[in-house]
Every structure is written in C-alpha cells, then in structure tokens.
C-alpha cells in the first residue's frame, strides 16, 4: 500500500511540472528582421536571393502582366506568397548574422527557426507524425483483428470488451489529429493551425473521458453522460474561442496541458490501485507520457536547424502509440476471460 501511494504521489507531482512554460524572446520584434521583411516586399529580394511571387499582388495577380502570368494555383493553395516567403529568408538571414555574433537563436512569431525541405516547414516533425499515424493505425487493425477473429465473441456477434465501442471512436479521432498535425507541420497557416488545434482539442478531451470510465469501470449510461457532459462543454468552448474570437497558440497550449495532466492523475491513480495483470505496462505508459510531455516544455533551439523538443515530443509518441495499443490488446483479453468466467 505504501509503494502504491508513493507511486501516486510521485505521478501528482511530475505533472505539475507541465505547468510550466519556458519563454522566449520575439525575433520578429527586432528593427532589423522587421526593416529585412519591409525592404524584401518592396524589391522582392533579400541579399542575392530573389522572389518571383513578389511580382504578384495579395490576391495572386500578375502586377504587371496579363492573366496568364498570374501566381501557380500550387503555390497560391499552400500560401506561398511573397510575405511568406520574405519573413523566412529574413529569419534565416538574421539567424546567420545572431550566429556569427555569437548570439543566442531567439524565435519568430512564437515559433523557433527551423529550415524547410521542398517548401515544408518542419519535414522532420511531419515524418514522424505519419509515423506516428501509421503506428495508430497498425495499434487499431491489430486490436480489431484480436476482438472479432482471435477471441470468443458472444451468441449476438458482439465482443465482450465493454470498451470495444470507445477504442474505434478514440482511433478514428487520434488519426484525425495526427494527420492535421501533419499538414500543419507543412504549411502553418491559420486555416492548417485551426484544424490542428481543434483536433487536437478534440483528442484531449476525449482521452480524459475515455481515461475515467475505464478507470473507474463506469458502466451505467446515466454516468458515462455525466462524465462526458462537463469535458464536452469545456472542448466546445474552446474550440468556438480559437476559431471565432481568438486564436491564441498559448491559451491552446495551457488547456491541452491541463487536460493531458488531468488524464495522467486519473491513469496514474488507476495504475497505482489496480489488479489488473498489465499493470506494470500502463504505469511505464503513464511515466513515459509525463516524461515526454515535459520534454516538450524544454522548449530548445532547433539542432542543426532541423530538430527541436517539439520535434523529439512527435518522435517520441511513436513507442507511446505501441505501447498502448500493446495495453489495450492485453486489457481486452483480460476483460474478455472475466466477463466468460461470470457468464458460465
């Protein structure tokens, strides 16, 4: 009993490191990226480096030119237009002289400068996050084939596992977060960051509700309702917030923190209690979970213009998607041989 309180306490207050946020300075604020950024959209170049869209206006006309010369409808969809494309060369300019200075990287509208690949933002993070998306998927066909072929289903058809239903919904939703999480990785635009964040919102809140009622094994309709009707109305709300008031990258990064804490505690209380065989397997889950995302607050500049923690938090989702499917199969084998041995 003691080691298990221990356990609980240890899981309390790891997570209350994810509180916490490292700040860091606007690049964007300097006199000389702004006068960089100004001088480029007027001359269309930044030192020997010039833009041809920059020959177009805001709405992709040729300023001077006929409607043939009008910008490619592939450069026009990912939105990249002059200003893009001036406040990136600019960044990296700057970058190149903060080095030579022996300056510090510092970041650009809230963001750390990384370089891009083929016209893609951060390539490395949108490779893991199709990983992470093919590793969520593989989790997801393993588990279907476990349920419906591997073990006993009931004389209706159905499986046993009372979960069987949430885990479907949680694989469709986690995939959908991974793949907008991915495109925004390769163009940030305010469209790809709504869908981001919103999935994202979605995801959170979703895995919290999932997190008690396999907890606290809540069976009752009446209950999962009262459960899932208070995280609901905190998703909505959130979701109205970025995509009609304020699309506010720091607010968003509290409340998924928030809910990912609270989903840990719950985990982490149910890890600690349980007698449940597999155990062991959900308390690494849960630490290595606390462990990543506290990775992520550490925040650091890009190494080699490439890799920051934002980018080691992706990859290190990849094991953490093995990991739980890995649990779930053994939970639903578990739950399966209970619910048979009451039957009979």
């Known amino acids: 009993m003691a080691r298990n309180l221990l356990w609980v306490v240890v899981v309390v207050v790891v997570v209350s490191c994810l ?16 006068s960089c950024v100004n001088q480029c959209q007027k001359t269309g170049c930044v030192g020997d480096t010039c833009f041809h869209q920059c020959k177009f206006s805001a709405d992709g006309k040729a300023i001077d030119g006929p409607w043939y010369m009008q910008e490619p409808l592939y450069l026009r969809w990912k939105q990249w237009d002059c200003q893009s494309d001036c406040q990136y060369e600019c960044m990296m300019t700057r970058e190149e002289e903060r080095k030579r ?9 809230g963001k750390w400068p990384l370089k891009h690949v083929y016209g893609i933002q951060e390539p490395v993070s949108v490779a893991f996050s199709a990983l992470d998306l093919a590793i969520q998927f593989h989790g997801w066909v393993s588990y279907f084939i476990l349920v419906y072929y591997h073990l006993p289903l009931q004389p209706n058809r159905k499986v046993y596992y009372e979960y069987n ?13 991974l793949f907008w999480s991915g495109v925004c990785h390769s163009r940030d635009v305010e469209l790809t960051e709504r869908l981001d964040y919103s999935s994202a919102t ?11 009622i396999r907890s606290f094994s809540i ?20 979701i109205i917030y970025l995509n009609f008031y304020n699309l506010d990258e720091g607010l968003h990064r509290k409340v998924i923190y928030g809910i990912g804490g609270v989903e ?34 550490l925040d650091f500049p890009p190494y080699k213009g490439y890799v920051d923690a934002h980018t080691l938090w992706r990859a290190a989702g990849i094991p953490l998607s093995y990991l739980w ?10 739950r399966t041989t209970v619910l048979l041995k009451k039957s009979k």
């Open 101 to 109: 200075d022996g300056e510090k990287p510092t970041k650009y509208f």
């Open 19 to 34: 509180v916490w946020t490292l700040e860091a300075s606007e690049g964007d604020a300097d006199p000389l990226y702004k």
């Open 325 to 334: 499917w890995s649990f779930i199969r053994e939970d639903a084998v578990f």
């Open 202 to 212: 979605v995801l959170a809140g979703y895995t919290l509700v999932l997190a008690v």
């Open 219 to 238: 069976h009752d309709q009446s209950a999962k309702v009262m459960v899932t009707a208070p995280v609901l109305a905190l998703v909505a709300t959130h």
């Open 165 to 177: 239903g949430l885990l479907h919904i949680y694989a469709i939703i986690v995939m959908n977060a």
């Open 264 to 297: 840990l505690v719950v985990w982490g209380l149910w890890a600690a209690l349980t007698s449940h065989p597999s155990k062991w397997k959900l308390r690494a889950f849960v630490l290595s979970c606390i462990l990543t995302m506290c990775l992520r607050m």
